[in-house]
């Protein structure tokens, strides 16, 4: 019965927190100010009810319109549109045209709604206390998740825009007109001190048993399971954490959080995937959201048996359409990629036509057709055999195991130590049934990996940020020196924060 009402409250609070925001402009959004009355913060149920709906703000920032994906994927990537041009635009750089789709994903104030819900829990947390059965582990816990969460918040905002307004308290929010946007060095550094203070006080796994013995034994009535892949771990608070080391370009510091998180990554039951889970659309693939999948670093699930799933928010929105072994009323994908383009992506390197099944049988669909249909990530409601109405529950994965990997050989490259980011880079390659390669020098082994992040990443929202992080380490094209030097790696921010906030201006840029 605990567990059917813990459901519960998360399905509620999603729909909430989901509605609120799209009605309600303001950055202190209704939930908000609801959590802020006093009889809000007595009992146990309470802070629970805080924790899932922070869980649920960071569901809607990332996945409403598929954000996440035009963020990540689109601009400079490999998919082209076939008939949307406002999706074409994206792809383009175009990020001034006129499309509604374009205005919202350059509003970031889903994100404050997000962050603005972590400064309220934290303010007001520990008057929960009062009830016994919170005890210090839960409190403890919980605080950590927040101050987690309001830093990848932080740090995925300082990706897309930049500086933006950097608020660390409740009150703020109710004058935001007044506050400008913070340098983004600002931004991370508080995002980097905010996760490190919290990443110790973060499990390996939830209801797990760790030998620290200071963990909640069966966090809010779920058993291990029934949390994989939801809340953030103390792995995924070091992956993040080494993320945003590698923003800045601090890499000496990356190689260190991921070697933690390799080390350790057997205490959080995580494991490289084999090929067929990279691209399985049942219930054992990467980007299932279903309990028990211990493959996923850090993300977020959609799994409709415990109401989290929504017709937005996965990549399937634009990339799916009817084929031989799928059957929909979609006849074209809404982005594809060409051929020409899939063959040079995994044509790169010696030994990567081991690829080839994959392509033609598992990555893509109709590959001998004109539009190519990617597939790599196709987790469905199960038992819709001819869906006009389609439900998806794949996860959007921000990281896993593999990823982490890469970035490790990427920082051992730029540390000039090849041998050993060489061994990071193969230990991928292997699994995918790749040859291993004998690098011995910067610049190739930074083109190696990648390169093999393009393909190992590919749909995953990590192509934009891929290339300005290569670009920033290499400096030798032209065109991203300056779009690097004149902050056109950012977006521009929309015109409705703009006139709501006159103390915002917009990126030079986009001016």
């Known amino acids: 019965m605990r567990l059917l009402k813990l459901r519960s409250s998360f399905i509620l609070l999603v729909v909430i927190a989901t509605f609120n925001f799209s009605c309600n402009k303001q950055l202190d959004v209704d939930s908000s100010s609801v959590a802020k009355q006093a009889n809000a913060w007595k009992t146990l149920e309470d802070a629970r009810a805080g924790v899932m709906g922070m869980y649920g703000l960071l569901r809607a920032a990332m996945a409403t319109n598929n954000s996440h994906w035009l963020w990540g994927e689109l601009r400079n990537g490999a998919f082209v549109s076939t008939t949307r041009p406002d999706l074409k635009a994206i792809i383009e750089g175009n990020l001034n045209a006129g499309y509604p789709i374009i205005e919202d994903a350059t509003d970031w104030r889903r994100f404050y709604a997000l962050i603005n819900a972590c400064n309220v829990f934290l303010e007001n947390v520990e008057k929960c206390r009062e009830d016994s059965r919170y005890t210090r582990a839960y409190y403890n816990v919980d605080v950590a998740q927040a101050r987690a969460l309001r830093a990848f918040a932080y740090f995925y905002i300082t990706r897309i825009w930049g500086d933006v307004p950097l608020i660390t308290s409740s009150g703020e929010?109710?004058?935001?007109?007044a506050?400008?946007?913070?340098?983004?060095s600002a931004v991370l550094?508080?995002?980097?001190?905010?996760?490190?203070?919290?990443?110790?006080?973060?499990?390996?796994?939830?209801?797990?048993?760790?030998?620290?013995?200071?963990?909640?034994?069966?966090?809010?009535?779920?058993?291990?399971?029934?949390?994989?892949?939801?809340?953030v771990t103390r792995l995924a608070a070091y992956a993040i954490l080494a993320h945003v080391m590698a923003w800045q370009g601090k890499y000496a510091d990356v190689a260190t959080y991921t070697e933690f998180i390799i080390s350790n990554a057997s205490r959080a039951g995580l494991r490289i995937a084999d090929s067929d889970e990279l691209v399985s659309s049942g219930s054992d693939g990467i980007f299932s959201s279903s309990t028990g999948?211990?493959?996923?670093?850090?993300g977020v699930r959609f799994l409709k048996s415990k109401g989290e799933f929504t017709v937005d928010g996965h990549i399937e929105n634009l990339t799916l359409a009817n084929t031989t072994n799928f059957r929909m009323s979609k006849m074209l994908p809404d982005i594809y990629i060409p051929k020409?383009?899939?063959?040079?992506?995994?044509?790169?390197?010696?030994?990567?036509?081991?690829?080839?099944?994959?392509?033609?049988?598992?990555?893509f669909e109709n590959y001998d057709a004109e539009i190519p249909v990617f597939t790599k990530i196709r987790v469905i409601d199960e038992g819709v055999a001819a869906p006009n109405y389609i439900i998806y529950n794949s996860a959007i994965v921000f990281t896993r195991l593999e990823e982490i990997k890469l970035l490790r050989a990427e920082a051992l490259a730029v540390l000039g130590q090849y041998n050993s980011g060489s061994s990071e880079l193969n230990g991928?390659?292997?699994?995918?049934?790749?040859?291993?390669?004998?690098?011995?020098?910067?610049?190739?082994?930074?083109?190696?990996?990648?390169?093999?992040?393009?393909?190992?990443?590919?749909?995953?929202?990590?192509?934009?940020?891929?290339?300005?992080?290569?670009?920033?380490?290499?400096r030798t094209n032209e065109v991203w020196n300056n779009l690097i030097d004149q902050g056109g790696i950012y977006w521009p921010v929309s015109k409705e924060v703009l006139n709501s906030n006159k103390q915002i201006q917009q990126t030079p840029y986009w001016k």
Do not use: H
């Open 189 to 231: 550094g508080f995002a980097e001190k905010e996760l490190i203070a919290a990443a110790p006080d973060l499990p390996f796994t939830y209801s797990g048993t760790d030998p620290e013995f200071k963990f909640p034994q069966n966090y809010y009535g779920g058993n291990q399971d029934f949390w994989s892949n939801a809340p």
């Open 173 to 177: 929010s109710d004058d935001f007109k």
């Open 428 to 474: 991928v390659r292997s699994a995918r049934g790749l040859g291993s390669l004998v690098i011995a020098d910067r610049e190739t082994l930074l083109y190696a990996v990648f390169t093999e992040r393009v393909k190992e990443l590919m749909g995953e929202g990590w192509v934009w940020y891929d290339l300005v992080r290569y670009n920033k380490i290499v």
């Open 179 to 184: 506050i400008s946007r913070t340098d983004k």
């Open 293 to 298: 999948n211990y493959k996923q670093l850090f």
């Open 340 to 363: 020409e383009r899939i063959n040079s992506i995994f044509s790169s390197f010696p030994g990567d036509q081991n690829w080839d099944e994959r392509l033609t049988a598992r990555y």
